[in-house]
C-alpha cells in the first residue's frame, strides 16, 4: 500500500512579545453585567469605563462560574473552578499549590512586581500571600469612609485608587507589574440597611433628578413562579432592603449606581496617573466584577442563584498595543468566564499556561480570531453551605441552562431554552417533551463535575 504520510510537525509556540506588557486589573464586587453606559444602562453613567470600550474590547457574553465573591476570586487568580479549588467562605485556605500556580505567582516569579490593593478575600496558607504579592493592601469593606492618621476621612472606592497611584509612583523607572485594584463597590453595606449603597463624595446628588425605570421582571407572578426554597431565601430577604417599596426602591437604585459612578472616577483617577508616569502605552486595562446582582428582577436582590442576573458580569480588557482595527469591539461570539482571567494574562505575558488550568486564554478573541477553544457549554456552581442560600451546581450552554439546587429532597432542577425563553422563566424541567434534552443536561453536568473533581489531583 501508499505509505502513511508523516504525521504533521506540531505548530511552533507563538514567540512572546518583544515587550511584554504590564497589567492594571480593576475587579468590582457585585456588578451586574449592564450597569455601564456602554453596555446601554439608561441611567448609570460611567464615562471613562466607556471609554477604556471604546479602545478596547468589551465582551458582551461574560459569566462567573460562581456567583459570590471569595470562590469567583479564587478562581480569577487560579483559572479553576470552585469544585476544583474548593475554596468559598468557611473553606480552609486555598491550597498551597493553586496559590503558587495563581498569575500573581506566575507572573511575580517571571520578574513582574506585583500588587493588590483592596478587597482579596481569598483565605491564602501561612507564608504564601508573599509568593504572590510583592505589596499587599487590604482595604476592607466595613465601614465604607476610612478615618486615616492624617486625620482625612476617605470613601474606600478613593482610598484604592489613591493607594495604587501611590504604589504606581514608587516602581522604578521601566519595572514591569501587575497590578489589582479590587473596589469593596459596588457591594452593599449591610451593617445599615438604610443607607445600603454609601456612595463616595464625587457622586454627591448624581441622579437625583432620575427615575429609575422599575426592574424589567418586576411582575409578581415571576416571583410566585419560584420554588419555595427560593421565595425564602437570602435573594429575598435582601429584597425586603432595597426594592419592595417605590421610594425605597429609587432611593436604593441611586445610591447603588453613584458607587458604580464612583468607581467609574477611581478608575480615571488611576489611568491619568499612568498616563503621566509614561506607563499607559505599555500596559493592558482590565475591569470586569466577580458576580452579577439581582437589583429587584424577580422580587430578588443580591446574587448566589443561577439566573441571568447573577451569574453576568461586565468585563473589558484594553489593549494599547493592539492594532486600531481591533479597538472599540463588543465581543458576542465569545464566552468569557471568570476563570479565563488568569490564562489570558499569562499569555498576554508571554508565559506558558498553567497545566491543568480550566480556563482559556482570551487572546484570540482580543485578536479578531475565531475562537474554538472551550467546549459549548460549562460548569456552573455554588456550593457554600449556607442555612438562607440554597446551594446548587449546574451547566451552561447559548442554549440551555441547568440547574438542580442540592439542598432539597429530592433535588430540585430548572432547565431553561435561552432560544425561546431568554428571561428563564419557564421551567421545562418537568415536561415530557423536554425528558431527552433534561436527561442529557444532567449526564453532562455529572461529566463536568466529574473532571472538576479529578483535576485536584492532577
Same mark, same amino acid.
Given at each position: 500500500g501508499a505509505p502513511s504520510p508523516s504525521p504533521a510537525p506540531p505548530p511552533a509556540p507563538a514567540p512572546p512579545p518583544a515587550s511584554p506588557p504590564n497589567f492594571l486589573i480593576f475587579v468590582t464586587d457585585d456588578q451586574r453585567f449592564d450597569t455601564l453606559s456602554c453596555a446601554g444602562h439608561p441611567v448609570v453613567r460611567t464615562p471613562v469605563i466607556d471609554a477604556l470600550a471604546a479602545r478596547g474590547t468589551r465582551f458582551s457574553q461574560a459569566y462567573v462560574t460562581t456567583p459570590i465573591c471569595a470562590a469567583s476570586r479564587a478562581s480569577l487568580i487560579t483559572g479553576l473552578n470552585e469544585r476544583t479549588h474548593q475554596f468559598t467562605f468557611g473553606s480552609p485556605p486555598l491550597a498551597t499549590r493553586w496559590a503558587q500556580t495563581s498569575y500573581p505567582a506566575r507572573l511575580r516569579a517571571a520578574g513582574w512586581r506585583t500588587a493588590l490593593i483592596g478587597k482579596f478575600d481569598v483565605g491564602l496558607p501561612e507564608g504564601q500571600r508573599?509568593?504572590?504579592?510583592?505589596?499587599?493592601?487590604?482595604? +476592607?469593606?466595613?465601614?465604607?469612609?476610612?478615618? +486615616?492618621?492624617?486625620?482625612?476621612?476617605?470613601?474606600?472606592?478613593?482610598?484604592?485608587?489613591?493607594?495604587?497611584?501611590?504604589?504606581?509612583?514608587?516602581?522604578?523607572?521601566?519595572?514591569?507589574?501587575?497590578?489589582?485594584?479590587?473596589?469593596?463597590?459596588?457591594?452593599?453595606?449591610?451593617?445599615?440597611?438604610?443607607?445600603? &449603597?454609601?456612595?463616595?463624595?464625587?457622586?454627591?446628588? +448624581? &441622579?437625583?433628578?432620575?427615575?429609575?425605570?422599575?426592574?424589567?421582571?418586576?411582575?409578581?407572578?415571576?416571583?410566585?413562579?419560584?420554588p419555595a426554597f427560593l421565595k425564602t431565601s437570602l435573594n429575598r430577604d435582601q429584597f425586603f432592603w432595597c426594592c419592595d417599596d417605590p421610594a425605597k426602591y429609587q432611593r436604593t437604585m441611586r445610591s447603588h449606581f453613584r458607587m458604580i459612578s464612583g468607581i467609574d472616577a477611581a478608575v480615571g483617577r488611576v489611568l491619568a496617573a499612568l498616563e503621566r508616569l509614561g506607563r499607559a502605552q505599555d500596559t493592558v486595562v482590565v475591569v470586569m466584577s466577580d458576580n452579577g446582582y439581582y437589583l429587584g428582577e424577580r422580587g430578588l436582590a443580591g446574587k448566589w442563584s443561577h439566573f441571568e442576573e447573577s451569574v453576568r458580569i461586565p468585563w473589558i480588557v484594553a489593549d494599547?498595543?493592539?492594532?486600531?482595527?481591533?479597538?472599540?469591539?463588543?465581543?458576542?461570539?465569545?464566552?468569557?468566564?471568570?476563570?479565563?482571567?488568569?490564562?489570558? @494574562?499569562?499569555?498576554?505575558?508571554?508565559?506558558?499556561?498553567?497545566?491543568?488550568?480550566?480556563?482559556?486564554?482570551?487572546?484570540?478573541?482580543?485578536?479578531?480570531?475565531?475562537?474554538?477553544?472551550?467546549?459549548?457549554?460549562?460548569?456552573?456552581?455554588? @456550593?457554600?453551605?449556607?442555612?438562607?442560600?440554597?446551594r446548587?451546581?449546574?451547566?451552561?450552554?447559548?442554549?440551555?441552562?441547568?440547574?438542580?439546587?442540592?439542598?432539597?429532597?429530592?433535588?430540585?432542577?430548572?432547565?431553561?431554552?435561552?432560544?425561546?425563553?431568554?428571561?428563564? @422563566?419557564?421551567?421545562?424541567?418537568?415536561?415530557?417533551?423536554?425528558?431527552?434534552?433534561?436527561?442529557e443536561r444532567r449526564a453532562r453536568c455529572d461529566a463536568l463535575i466529574t473532571e472538576a473533581v479529578a483535576a485536584r489531583g492532577a
Open positions: 508573599a509568593v504572590l504579592f510583592d505589596h499587599f493592601d487590604e482595604i +476592607l469593606q466595613n465601614p465604607a469612609f476610612k478615618d +486615616l492618621p492624617d486625620g482625612r476621612r476617605v470613601h474606600e472606592t478613593d482610598l484604592c485608587a489613591e493607594r495604587a497611584i501611590a504604589w504606581l509612583e514608587s516602581l522604578p523607572p521601566g519595572q514591569r507589574f501587575s497590578l489589582d485594584v479590587h473596589f469593596n463597590a459596588p457591594h452593599a453595606e449591610y451593617t445599615d440597611v438604610q443607607t445600603l &449603597y454609601p456612595w463616595p463624595p464625587s457622586t454627591n446628588g +448624581l &441622579y437625583e433628578d432620575v427615575a429609575i425605570p422599575l426592574p424589567r421582571l418586576a411582575d409578581p407572578a415571576v416571583y410566585e413562579a419560584l494599547p498595543r493592539r492594532p486600531a482595527a481591533l479597538r472599540g469591539r463588543v465581543e458576542t461570539a465569545t464566552v468569557a468566564l471568570n476563570v479565563d482571567l488568569a490564562p489570558t @494574562l499569562l499569555d498576554l505575558a508571554g508565559l506558558p499556561p498553567t497545566p491543568g488550568t480550566q480556563g482559556r486564554s482570551l487572546v484570540p478573541a482580543l485578536d479578531g480570531r475565531t475562537d474554538a477553544g472551550r467546549a459549548e457549554d460549562f460548569l456552573c456552581e455554588h @456550593l457554600w453551605p449556607h442555612p438562607s442560600i440554597p446548587w451546581e449546574g451547566v451552561r450552554s447559548r442554549r440551555w441552562v441547568y440547574a438542580r439546587y442540592l439542598d432539597v429532597a429530592p433535588a430540585f432542577e430548572f432547565l431553561h431554552d435561552l432560544q425561546s425563553d431568554p428571561d428563564q @422563566l419557564v421551567n421545562l424541567a418537568g415536561r415530557p417533551q423536554h425528558a431527552a434534552v433534561l436527561t
